[in-house]
């Protein structure tokens, strides 16, 4: 039995260590945008936009206009898609129109105009235009990507062409809608998108946009090229995943001082050297034979000095002596007397000790055990012992159940 304890309790400390080293190592999985990020399949990160707001036409003639009839209205629908957290292209429709003031009379002409003593035309066209643009997350890129980031500054460049509609005129002078110019243009824009996040799927934006547009003149003046300032309010709807991920990696815990963990290796290494010399110790230990205690009398029936006769008290024990062998009719027991042998004669105490004994046997059978239940016999030796202080024990009948 202690065996098997020691033998557990050596188990238990080398699991007890092990566990403890598995659990202060134990590794973790977490995402590293310093990794960079996953790029995302080509479904996801898609979104459309849609816009609406006011331009500032420059020419050199302009400012001679009144300044609330410098603006007119633009506005542009987009479709994009994000490549990564800060790289993405979209393209879209625009349409801006465009308010002008020449002494050279510009295509779209639809009005006098006489500052002092100079006359000038007024001129407007409707560009319609379609266009690519390149954007780059400057937020992203200077201050890392964050999912719930509210604020987010992106600009974008990129080229397009216009179509142009112009007023139209009767030949006696009056406005008779609208007809196709002859100034289609190629143009080149680049701006910056003030984009505020709503949720993962909404967005609401500033567009602060300019825009390269070219002037034809009705007469012999060239070509000229002209900025447009635009500034737009829009939102903008993504698709599908509009997050990115970043790559999965390990963290492993730090490792613990060496000097520390060292020091408590040798002491658990000196912990289990002495548990094996208390497992070898035990296990060349001699086994003990373990001695059977023999049985000890069921009843012993004490007698004055020469005297065989039984005493009222002892023929009660007798009397339950009886009822024990009654109960197991099966059983077997020796009833045996005995004498001391420092008085009286051989043959004095023999008789002492066959009559001791018969009377017990009388008293039994008289309270209803069997005969064949008895064994009655003598024994000249002393019961207790060689001294004659132990002659009074020495005088008596034992009662024995049978192996």
């Not at 801006?96 to 639809?110: E, M």
């Not at 500054?153 to 179509?163: D, E, K």
């Amino acid at each position: 039995m202690k065996k098997s304890i020691l033998l557990g309790f050596v188990a238990a400390l080398f699991m007890g260590q092990s566990a403890m080293a598995q659990s202060a190592q134990e590794i973790t999985y977490v995402e590293d945008p310093a990794q960079g990020y996953l790029f995302n399949s080509f479904s996801s990160n898609w979104f459309v936009s849609a816009e609406g707001g006011i331009n500032y036409y420059f020419n050199s003639n302009n400012t001679k206009r009144d300044f609330f009839d410098r603006f007119s209205p633009n506005a542009g629908l987009w479709v994009g898609k994000w490549f990564s957290p800060i790289v993405g292209l979209r393209a879209g429709f625009n349409f801006t129109q465009v308010k002008g003031l020449s002494n050279d009379g510009g295509v779209g002409y639809y009005g006098d105009f006489r500052d002092g003593n100079v006359d000038y035309a007024k001129y407007k066209r409707n560009e319609f235009g379609a266009h690519l643009q390149a954007m780059l997350n400057l937020t992203n890129w200077w201050c890392g990507y964050r999912a719930d980031r509210v604020y987010n500054g992106i600009i974008y460049a990129g080229a397009g062409y216009n179509w142009q509609t112009v007023p139209s005129w009767t030949a006696n002078g009056r406005r008779d809608g609208w007809h196709h110019g002859s100034d289609d243009n190629l143009t080149a824009s680049a701006g910056l998108i003030n984009n505020f996040r709503v949720s993962d799927h909404v967005g609401l934006y500033l567009d602060l946009r300019a825009m390269l547009l070219t002037d034809e003149y009705r007469y012999s003046a060239p070509r000229k090229s002209n900025i447009d300032l635009q500034a737009y309010v829009g939102v903008t709807y993504n698709f599908n995943k509009s997050t990115w991920s970043a790559p999965i990696v390990p963290v492993i815990p730090e490792i613990p001082n060496c000097d520390e963990v060292e020091a408590r290796l040798q002491a658990a290494n000196g912990r289990i050297a002495d548990l094996e010399r208390q497992l070898r110790d035990c296990l060349n230990r001699p086994v003990q034979q373990v001695v059977e205690a023999e049985e000890g009398p069921l009843c012993t029936i004490y007698y004055t000095i020469g005297s065989s006769r039984i005493s009222r008290v002892d023929n009660k024990v007798l009397n339950a002596v009886a009822n024990v062998m009654k109960a197991d009719t099966s059983k077997k027991y020796t009833v045996c007397g005995y004498a001391d042998n420092y008085t009286g004669s051989a043959a004095v105490n023999d008789r002492l000790r066959k009559a001791r004994a018969n009377g017990v046997e009388r008293v039994l059978l008289r309270n209803g055990v069997k005969a064949d239940q008895l064994d009655v016999t003598t024994n000249d030796a002393n019961l207790f012992g060689e001294g004659k202080e132990y002659v009074s024990l020495d005088r008596a009948v034992t009662i024995k159940a049978n192996k």
